[in-house]
Each structure stands twice: as C-alpha cells, then as structure tokens.
C-alpha cells in the first residue's frame, strides 16, 4: 500500500547516554525513518458507538480472502481499517457503502472486529450528515412514505392473494387467534417473482391445513436492510408500528419467508421488549414434510444458495436442505462455497438498493458471481429462499448469458410445482 509522504518524517531518535571524551553527559542520537499515523481518521469511526471493533484489527488478513466483495473488487475489513489507519475517512469512502453485512469476515476474524455493528454505525452517522447514496436514500423514501422500499402503494400490499387460487386469511377479518402469524414483507408482496412464492406458499398452508393469517394492509416492511444500511430512524418507527399491530393479534409463531425480517424480529424486536417464536418458513416446514402431498417428480439437478440471513446469521442450514430432498425426483448437489463459507448474494446490508453505487467499484455484480458457481455444478436450478435473491439471481442468470441453462426457483416454487402434478 502507498504511503503518503507527509506521513513519513526523519527524527532524531535518543539511543544512547554515556559519557564523552570531556567527561560530560552525552546523550547519542541516530537519524532515523519514523512512520508517523494521523490517527484522527481511524478515530472518528472508533468513537462511534458500535463500530469500536475496527480499532481491533492486527492486520492478520483472515477476512480478505473470504470476504465476497473482495471476490470481485478490492476489499474487507483488514483493507478498510489499513486504508482508515493511514488517514483516509470512511465517511468519504464509497467503502461505507459496499459491505453486505454477510457476516463472512466476522465468522474468521480473530479479533472479533465486527462488520455487522460497525457499518450499521457509521452509515447512521452518514445518513444523518445526508451523505447516503441517492439510490439507498430513495429506498429510505420509499419505505418511509409507503411502507415498503420499492414505493409501491401500500393500500395494495395484500393484492397478490387474488392470484393464489386458495382462500388467504386477513387477521382484521378472521377476528380470531391463529396459530401462525404470516409475515409477508414486502418483495413476496410486491415484486412480480415474489409474489410467485407468496401465492405459492398460500397454497402449501392450504393443503396442510395451517391455521394461519396475514396482516395485508396492516403490515409495514421489518427494515431490517434499512437499519443496516444506517437508517435506525426508520427501522424503530416501523418496529414500533409493527409490534403495536402483532399486539392486536393472537397467535403461536410468526412464520416469514424473508430472512432479513426474521433476523429482526429475532435479534432487534427484543431490543424494543417484542420476543415472538418466530421461524423461517423453511423451518416451519422442514417437521411437516411427512404431510406435504408431493405429486409429480421433477428432474432436476439442483445447487442450493444460502441465504446469509439465515445462515450465518441464524444457523439454519439444514431446513433448506431437507426440503429439497424431500421433492421427488430433485438431486441436490452443493457448490463450493456453501453453509458457513456460503456466498452472498448481494442484496444484504441495503446492497438491494446499492447495485448503481456498486457497479463502479466491483469487476461483476456478487450475484453474477455466484450464478456462474451455481452454472459450474452442472445444476439445472439454483433454488433459494430469500426474497431479495429471486430477483437478483434471474437478472444475474441474463447478464451472464445463461438464460436456457439455470433457472432460479423459491424452494416454495418447487414444492408447489411438484403438489400441482
Ligand atoms: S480477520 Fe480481523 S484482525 Fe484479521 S485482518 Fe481481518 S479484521 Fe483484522
Ligand atoms: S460482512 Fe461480508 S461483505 Fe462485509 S466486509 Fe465482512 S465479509 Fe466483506
């Protein structure tokens, strides 16, 4: 790494005393090179609560080569904190904005310096000085007007069970407590391919009798993405909106298809005195396979993405899993880097909102990446089960120029698509 000139400087430097030929006390000096560090970038982030950790770092490199950005760009914690300790501000950098929050580093680091809380941190302080990317503080915007990130109205948030060909209860009108509490969230609400897996989850609970509702128009997004992406404001504004709601309501398990919600209502709900038994659906599903009335086998050669929301950040690697293996016909077969060590989407940390930033500081999107990983298993389907990969893997799948060799599906989708027959 180049050094910057003004923060090297000749000194003389005491290292000796004794007595000279006079007899009088001497002290010897020698001219030496010494490195001196403007320590003062380095700490403007350690002062903030939260990113503290940074200051940890000894520079063994352990993150680096698994860091996912670092794959196609120029990066992790062990660089940042190097580039910071040498004088440049993070606050300046568009390094602020490209970590995903995967939690890869912190799994290996030694020194436990934390990329989940630091970048959190630092970016609120970012936000608030009005530093955010255009494209992040649109998604602000959006979610602070709409209740989502995508600024769709929110009167509409429950329009996709009109295409799910089973009944889906709406809490306000059940009037009853419920087993489970769906939590949609908003990609599976909105987006078009989401909306796929939504429906298609209406019809798995239909068939397996789950007593269930949503909360349609009532719900508003977890902004867990948000929070890390520095908008705690918003995070707490919509926590406080949703516990309130949760409140009116009886029931078991709150059961989401997205892992960023169910890491928030695991991790950060408690935070705001709200402790649900809350599960993935994946989980939820995954002990009553024995009940799924599976119809059709499909012959798919299947590699499996995991999610960082749910795997690292939750330990569950194994739902997916059994899920999988359970669909009659499909072969499951891994990629290299999976479970613990798994690549990361991109989408994490508000990188959903972040490709434009990205685009200038990455040789290829993550997600491209990680299709060409799912393509070199000979996999027909990368399945997932996140609602931010859906998308960002079937747009991957077109500028990698492997549309006709790997389709991207939901688990949901594959369940569904082998009970249809
Ligand atoms: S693994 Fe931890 S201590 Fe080692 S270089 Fe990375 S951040 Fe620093
Ligand atoms: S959290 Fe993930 S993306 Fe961020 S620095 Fe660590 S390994 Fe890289």
Redesign the pocket.
Same mark, same amino acid.
């Given at each position: 790494m180049d050094v910057e000139p003004e923060r090297i400087r000749e000194k003389k430097v005491a290292i000796q005393d004794g007595v000279d030929i006079s007899g009088h006390w001497n002290r010897m000096f020698e001219q030496r090179v010494i490195w001196e560090y403007d320590t003062s970038a380095l700490d403007e982030v350690t002062a903030i609560e939260g990113a503290e950790s940074?200051g940890?770092?000894?520079?063994?490199?352990? +993150?680096?080569p698994v860091c996912p950005v670092d794959h196609v760009g120029d990066y992790?914690?062990?660089k940042i904190?190097r580039k910071v300790q040498m004088g440049s501000s993070l606050f300046e950098s568009p390094d602020l904005w490209l970590c995903t929050t995967c939690m890869n +580093?912190l799994r290996? +680091?030694?020194?436990?310096?934390n990329m989940i809380k630091i970048m959190p941190a630092v970016r609120e302080q970012a936000v608030l000085q009005g530093k955010a990317p255009t494209e992040l503080s649109q998604a602000f915007e959006n979610t602070f007007r709409y209740g989502n990130p995508l600024g769709e109205p929110a009167r509409k948030r429950a329009d996709w069970v009109k295409g799910a060909g089973v009944p889906v209860p709406i809490m306000a009108q059940l009037r009853r407590p419920v087993d489970v509490l769906w939590f949609v969230e908003c990609y599976p609400a909105y987006h078009p391919r989401g909306k796929d897996a939504a429906r298609g989850l209406a019809r798995i609970f239909h068939a397996l009798d789950v007593d269930y509702g949503i909360l349609g128009i009532e719900e508003k997004c977890s902004c867990d993405s948000q929070r890390l992406a520095g908008e705690k404001g918003l995070f707490e504004m919509h926590t406080e909106q949703n516990i309130k709601t949760f409140g009116k309501y009886q029931f078991n398990t709150l059961v989401t298809a997205d892992p960023h919600a169910l890491n928030a209502f695991k991790h950060e709900y408690p935070k705001y005195g709200a402790e649900y038994t809350v599960l993935h659906y994946t989980q939820f599903l995954a002990p009553l396979l024995g009940r799924i009335p599976f119809k059709k086998s499909l012959p798919y050669r299947v590699t499996f993405h995991d999610p960082c929301y749910l795997g690292r950040h939750n330990g569950e690697y194994e739902a997916p899993r059994r899920l999988l293996e359970a669909i009659p016909g499909i072969e499951l077969t891994e990629m290299a880097r999976c479970k613990a060590n798994g690549y990361c989407c991109g989408g994490g940390g508000g990188g959903m909102w972040l490709d434009g930033l990205s685009k200038g500081h990455v040789s290829e999107r993550l997600s491209e990446r990680r299709v060409r990983e799912a393509v070199s298993t000979g996999a027909d389907v990368l399945a997932v089960c996140c609602p931010y990969e859906i998308s960002r893997f079937e747009d991957a799948v077109k500028s990698t120029g492997n549309e006709g060799k790997l389709i991207v599906r939901d688990i949901i989708e594959l369940i569904d698509e082998s009970m249809r027959g």
């Amino acid at each position: 790494m180049d050094v910057e000139p003004e923060r090297i400087r000749e000194k003389k430097v005491a290292i000796q005393d004794g007595v000279d030929i006079s007899g009088h006390w001497n002290r010897m000096f020698e001219q030496r090179v010494i490195w001196e560090y403007d320590t003062s970038a380095l700490d403007e982030v350690t002062a903030i609560e939260g990113a503290e950790s940074l200051g940890n770092c000894y520079q063994c490199g352990k +993150c680096t080569p698994v860091c996912p950005v670092d794959h196609v760009g120029d990066y992790s914690p062990r660089k940042i904190f190097r580039k910071v300790q040498m004088g440049s501000s993070l606050f300046e950098s568009p390094d602020l904005w490209l970590c995903t929050t995967c939690m890869n +580093c912190l799994r290996v +680091c030694p020194k436990e310096v934390n990329m989940i809380k630091i970048m959190p941190a630092v970016r609120e302080q970012a936000v608030l000085q009005g530093k955010a990317p255009t494209e992040l503080s649109q998604a602000f915007e959006n979610t602070f007007r709409y209740g989502n990130p995508l600024g769709e109205p929110a009167r509409k948030r429950a329009d996709w069970v009109k295409g799910a060909g089973v009944p889906v209860p709406i809490m306000a009108q059940l009037r009853r407590p419920v087993d489970v509490l769906w939590f949609v969230e908003c990609y599976p609400a909105y987006h078009p391919r989401g909306k796929d897996a939504a429906r298609g989850l209406a019809r798995i609970f239909h068939a397996l009798d789950v007593d269930y509702g949503i909360l349609g128009i009532e719900e508003k997004c977890s902004c867990d993405s948000q929070r890390l992406a520095g908008e705690k404001g918003l995070f707490e504004m919509h926590t406080e909106q949703n516990i309130k709601t949760f409140g009116k309501y009886q029931f078991n398990t709150l059961v989401t298809a997205d892992p960023h919600a169910l890491n928030a209502f695991k991790h950060e709900y408690p935070k705001y005195g709200a402790e649900y038994t809350v599960l993935h659906y994946t989980q939820f599903l995954a002990p009553l396979l024995g009940r799924i009335p599976f119809k059709k086998s499909l012959p798919y050669r299947v590699t499996f993405h995991d999610p960082c929301y749910l795997g690292r950040h939750n330990g569950e690697y194994e739902a997916p899993r059994r899920l999988l293996e359970a669909i009659p016909g499909i072969e499951l077969t891994e990629m290299a880097r999976c479970k613990a060590n798994g690549y990361c989407c991109g989408g994490g940390g508000g990188g959903m909102w972040l490709d434009g930033l990205s685009k200038g500081h990455v040789s290829e999107r993550l997600s491209e990446r990680r299709v060409r990983e799912a393509v070199s298993t000979g996999a027909d389907v990368l399945a997932v089960c996140c609602p931010y990969e859906i998308s960002r893997f079937e747009d991957a799948v077109k500028s990698t120029g492997n549309e006709g060799k790997l389709i991207v599906r939901d688990i949901i989708e594959l369940i569904d698509e082998s009970m249809r027959g």
